[in-house]
């Protein structure tokens, strides 16, 4: 299975989610390590009540990192993304793993997937990418499609509350040997809901030339409207809220904002 790309367009015909993801990103990010995901991963089974065997989507999984501490738990995995340097990175990483997980280049809007995982996961702020709330839910239907009944979801969003009360509106980041100016802004008036967005230019250190210039604008759903959104997709939340994917409980201004939910049906 693949992707099949919209027609030919330039670069800034493109929306940003089909050209910031690739191995600069990585440079940019080198605290998402597999470190990182090993440490959550037993957290993030536990939530999903999950057993070895079981077979898990990663959605939006990028460069495979929890894909590879979930295979290294007795998971089954599948991967999607719509990168194909993460996925090429994902496929290098991942050769020696016992059930090397299988990686799919796929727009997570129209995933083929039906009834086929005990479980599925969408980390570190993976919806909200695209213009509408449609779009977004058309995600979430997929991932509903995907799940046997009784299967269980994890999303792992931003919490609006952290983002208002601690954006940082410009700084400078020395990461990688790369200078990183950041200029974020919410965008409160946006249609379909507020827009928290990043404006990155990435230059070599020491040097004048500008590496890489972009933008990234991410929707702002309040846990209430996950929960909403969720319930449309066909998935009943459950149980308590999480305030990081280490399980900690939520509270108004955690970091982050998990949920679980889970498809109607006997398990």
């Not at 952290?162 to 020395?174: G, I, K, N, T, Y």
């Amino acid at each position: 299975m693949s992707f099949a790309p919209a027609p030919e367009a330039t670069e800034l015909d493109r929306p940003w989610y089909t050209t910031v993801f690739d191995r600069l990103w990585l440079q940019l990010h080198p605290h998402r390590d597999d470190a990182e995901a090993q440490r959550h991963a037993p957290h993030i089974l536990a939530m999903l009540e999950l057993k070895i065997g079981a077979r898990l989507l990663d959605v939006a999984c990028g460069a495979g990192r929890y894909c590879r501490a979930f295979a290294s738990r007795g998971l089954k995995v599948t991967g999607i993304d719509l990168s194909l340097e993460l996925l090429e990175e994902a496929r290098a990483k991942s050769p020696n793993l016992p059930g090397m997980p299988l990686y799919l280049r796929w727009d997570a809007r129209s995933m083929p997937f039906q009834s086929q995982f005990e479980a599925a996961v969408s980390l570190f702020t993976s919806l909200g990418y695209f213009p509408t709330r449609q779009e977004d839910l058309l995600v979430l239907r997929g991932i509903a499609r995907a799940l046997v009944p009784g299967g269980a979801f994890l999303i792992d969003f931003l919490n609006p509350a952290h983002v208002r009360a601690s954006l940082v509106a410009e700084e400078q980041q020395e990461v990688s040997g790369l200078s990183v100016d950041f200029r974020r802004r919410i965008d409160e008036g946006a249609a379909g809901g507020p827009l928290v967005i990043k404006h990155v230019v990435v230059r070599r250190s020491g040097a004048r030339g500008v590496e890489a210039e972009f933008e990234e604008r991410v929707r702002l759903y309040e846990p209430r409207e996950i929960d909403a959104l969720l319930v449309e997709a066909g998935l009943t939340p459950e149980g308590e809220r999480a305030g990081d994917l280490d399980g900690r409980p939520f509270e108004p201004l955690s970091e982050r904002h998990v949920r679980v939910a889970r498809k109607p049906g006997r398990r």
